[in-house]
């Protein structure tokens, strides 16, 4: 065998085994992102869940205030609308962890 066939055919497999460990990596760093988004995505549910609880215990303190309680009421409103949208996003992305089995 010629020295530059020898050459070549190593430079073929090196290069194979170069894009295989690429698209390996590649696709460590798409799960990783993946489970980083769904743990900042839980970090935030829980943030509106305390946010809810205050506005509930700021609530006992008004009862007898009725644009307090209105107040407090809209504001529940807009939080629990939030929560819910990260609670899809949750959804969404704790079945790409889960399809990926991690």
Sequence with gaps: METSLLVS???LVAGSLSALYARWSA???KRANDIGRL???LAMKEHYLKLIEHQYKLA????????????VREKVADLDTSLR????QI???HDRVVQNKI
């Design 91 to 93: 959804t969404s992305y």
């Design 60 to 71: 006992e303190t008004l009862p007898s205030s009725s644009s307090g309680m209105q107040a």
């Design 85 to 88: 949208e990260v609670n899809d």
């Design 9 to 11: 055919i190593i430079a």
């Design 39 to 41: 743990n900042a995505l």
């Design 27 to 29: 696709n460590q760093a």
